[in-house]
Each structure stands twice: as C-alpha cells, then as structure tokens.
C-alpha cells in the first residue's frame, strides 16, 4: 500500500514539475520575440505569440531541444512590412532565418553576418534594396542564401569568395538589380546551385565553371557577361545550364555534348560561332535553345555549317 501511495505522490510531483516547467523558452528570447513582433506593429500573423504561453512552442519559430534557445525564425506570408528589425541580431542561435514574401524593405542589415551559426537565409520576394552587405560571407555555417526577387543593387561582394569553406553552397541572387563585373574571387567557391539571372552583371562568368565544380544548376541569363566559351570545363554533375541573354562568344565546347545528366540548356541570344556539338547530350535540345547568335550552325539550327 505504501508502495502504491509513494507512486502517486512521485506521479502528483511529476505533473506539477512539468507544469511549472512548461515554459522552456529563455526569457531573453521571448522579450526579444516580442519586440520583433511589435517592429510589425503586432501584425495578425504573430497572433498566437502571447505572454502567458512558452514561445518555444509558438507558431513560426523554434527552439533547440537543450538549450532552449530560438534556432529558427520563419514568416512567408504576405503580411510584415517595414524593415528587418535590430532585435534579430539578439537571436545569437538563429541557424534558419525565412521571411520570404513579405514586404520588407530597407537594406539587408549587416548585423546578419554575426549570426554565426545560420546555416540557412531566405529573404526572397521582398522589397529590399541596397547593397548585399559583404559581412554574409564571415558565415562559418552557411550553406544556402536566397536573396532572389528584391530590389538589391551594386555588385556582388568580393567578399563572397569566402563561402568557398562552405561545401555544397547554393546562392540565388536573380531578379534583382545587381551590376558591376562578377568577382573573379567567385571562382573559388564551389556551388552546387547558383541563379545570378535577370539582373545587370557584367565580366567574365567562366570562373564559375570548371570540370572539379560540383555544379547541378547554373542559370546567369539575362546579364551583361562577356566571355568566351570555347575552352571553359564543365562538371559531369551538370543537369541545368542557362546562358541565354548575354554577351558570351567563342564556341561550344566538345565536351558538352557529353554530360550525362544535362537536362535544361539554353545559350540563345549571344555571340557564339562555329558547330554545334554532335554528342548525344545536346540531341534532345531544339533550335530554340541555340537561336539568336553570331554564327552557330548545324543541326539542329537551320543552317548548315559551310
Ligand atoms: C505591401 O506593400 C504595398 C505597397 O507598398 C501595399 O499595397 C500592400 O498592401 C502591402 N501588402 C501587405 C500584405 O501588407
Ligand atoms: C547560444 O547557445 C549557447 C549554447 O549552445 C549558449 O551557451 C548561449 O548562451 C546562447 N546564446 C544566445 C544569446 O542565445
Ligand atoms: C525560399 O522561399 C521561397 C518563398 O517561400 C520558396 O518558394 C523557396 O523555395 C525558398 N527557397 C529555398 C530553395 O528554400
Ligand atoms: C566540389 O564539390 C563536389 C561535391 O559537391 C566535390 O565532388 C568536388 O570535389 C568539389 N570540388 C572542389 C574543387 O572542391
Ligand atoms: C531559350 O531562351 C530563349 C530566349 O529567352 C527562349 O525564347 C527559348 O524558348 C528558350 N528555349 C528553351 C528550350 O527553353
């Protein structure tokens, strides 16, 4: 009988604890979450964010199960307006950080390159605008940045050669304003995905390639870029490449009629000459994809090489 009495005191004593404990989330955090709440003048979709509830479990955001510290911070509805606030640089664990599709405005704050152990940034479809502040490569962790869809100007930092500690790197910078020549130091960095397109860049963007690069997809159309294609390298990995829209000139090179895994290509609307590789790897592309350059010929263009 005692026996059964102790359990159900240990059990009342168990319940208690778990009650008195329910608020896992650090109190530094939850006083910063609500000053990010209240930068969005309390907006509809923080709601649910309330005083008397623990905000490790509150919608949008979470916490790391032992230390109790907000890691992410995620917000993709059409409804923050206004500039990132100051208060997010007091989330020092943040390693996911999501608020696309929204209305932010203003600059990307450089405070964001001392959030060390971010592994993931997506700030696309916004209204931001500035520049892409160079202190986003001092990120140990990062392993992915999407700043696509803004109002982003001037060139992309030479800074950015410093993501070439990162393994499998993806970036997508497209539909912004970006100009200037790319960045040779670019060259060091190996992504595995990266969309520069739609914007005003200019210079050589053969750095980006190389047989040694893991490259699954590269799209740079739509720039400024001057290079010659004849003797770039291409990794084996390939399956998207789209260069249409530039200044590119030089020729196919052989070697790209023999990637494996090429499954979009296109280099209309450039400079290049000469014939167009017979490999099996560009058979399944259509004249559409080679249209509009200097001199190209063979099929599947109309014209014959002479
Ligand atoms: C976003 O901003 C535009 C004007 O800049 C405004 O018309 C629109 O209502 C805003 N969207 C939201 C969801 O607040
Ligand atoms: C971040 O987490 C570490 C443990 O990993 C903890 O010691 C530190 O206080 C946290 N800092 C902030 C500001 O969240
Ligand atoms: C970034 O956010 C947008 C909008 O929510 C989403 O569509 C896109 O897939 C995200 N990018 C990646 C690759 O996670
Ligand atoms: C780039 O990354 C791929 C895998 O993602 C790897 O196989 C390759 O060796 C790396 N190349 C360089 C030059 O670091
Ligand atoms: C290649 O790009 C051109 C120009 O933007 C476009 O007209 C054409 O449809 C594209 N081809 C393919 C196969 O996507």
């Not at 609500?34 to 309330?50: D, G, L, V």
Request: aromatic content about 10%.
């Amino acid at each position: 009988m005692t026996n059964h009495y102790q359990l159900f005191l240990f059990s009342i004593l168990l319940l208690l604890g778990s009650a008195l404990s329910a608020e896992r989330c650090h109190p530094d955090d939850k006083k910063t979450l609500f000053q990010i709440k209240k930068s969005f003048n309390n907006a509809y979709t923080f709601a649910s964010w309330t005083p008397d509830t623990d905000c490790c479990g509150w919608y949008l955001v979470s916490c790391d199960e032992t230390t109790h510290r907000i890691t992410s911070l995620s917000v993709n509805l059409p409804n923050l307006n206004g500039p990132i606030p100051k208060t997010v640089s007091n989330l020092k664990n943040l390693t996911f950080l999501w608020l696309s599709h929204n209305n932010l405005t203003g600059s990307i704050p450089d405070f964001i390159g001392n959030l060390n152990k971010l592994t993931y940034i997506n700030l696309s479809v916004n209204k931001l605008t500035g520049k892409i502040p160079p202190s986003l490569s001092s990120l140990p962790k990062l392993g992915a940045l999407f700043l696509e869809r803004n109002q982003l100007s001037g060139p992309i930092p030479d800074s950015f050669s410093g993501f070439k500690k990162n393994p499998d790197f993806y970036l997508k910078l497209h539909k912004n304003q970006l100009s200037g020549p790319l960045p040779k130091s670019l060259g060091a960095v190996n992504f595995t995905v990266l969309d520069l397109s739609r914007n005003k860049l200019t210079g050589d963007a053969s750095v980006l390639f190389g047989e040694k690069k893991g490259l699954q997809t590269v799209d740079i159309s739509r720039n400024k870029f001057t290079f010659d294609l004849t003797k770039v390298g291409f990794p084996k990995s390939l399956n998207s490449l789209e260069l249409s829209h530039n200044m590119i000139y030089g020729s196919l090179p052989m070697a790209l009629g023999k990637l494996p895994y090429l499954q979009q290509f296109n280099v209309s609307y450039n400079r290049l000459c000469g014939e167009i590789p017979t490999g099996k790897g560009l058979k399944r592309f259509d004249e559409y994809s080679f249209a509009h350059n200097k001199c190209l010929c063979g099929s599947p263009l109309p014209n014959p090489c002479k």
